[in-house]
């Protein structure tokens, strides 16, 4: 089993910066991948960024130039840097895991895993 801790969010102003952190933890062999993403009430959850293990990173058009995904592949650990946040980022945002962890069987497999979320507010 694999949980997702995320933390950082908050209410900003317009035009300010938010940094969210999202921490695995359990029995983990490896992360291939990780995400964050967001949803609005009605609405569907969509992709803010993702990172590989490698460093690759991917990122919603809305928040390019913005928003920049890290992480710390020791720590198992990925960071969002929110910069220049708008009203439209309100959202509760999300953190993604894709990796192999061990299960409640005790087998190592393939997984794919969800946070609990953390409530973004942009007050214009």
């Known amino acids: 089993q694999v949980q997702l801790k995320e933390s950082g969010g908050g209410l900003v102003q317009a035009g300010g910066s938010l940094r969210l952190s999202c921490a695995a933890s359990?029995?983990?062999?490896?992360?291939?991948?990780m995400g964050w993403y967001r949803q609005v009430p009605g609405k569907q959850r969509e992709l803010v960024a993702t990172?590989?293990?490698?460093?690759?990173?991917n990122y919603a058009d809305s928040v390019k130039d913005r928003f920049t995904v890290s992480a710390d592949n020791a720590k198992n650990t990925m960071y969002l840097q929110m910069n220049s946040l708008k009203p439209e980022d309100t959202a509760v945002y999300y953190c993604?895991?894709?990796?192999?962890?061990?299960?409640?069987?005790?087998?190592?497999?393939?997984?794919?895993?969800w946070g609990q979320g953390t409530q973004v507010t942009v007050s214009s």
């Open positions: 993604n895991a894709d990796g192999v962890w061990r299960g409640s069987d005790g087998r190592y497999r393939g997984g794919n895993s």
């Open positions: 359990g029995s983990i062999l490896s992360i291939n991948a």
């Open positions: 990172i590989t293990r490698g460093g690759s990173t």
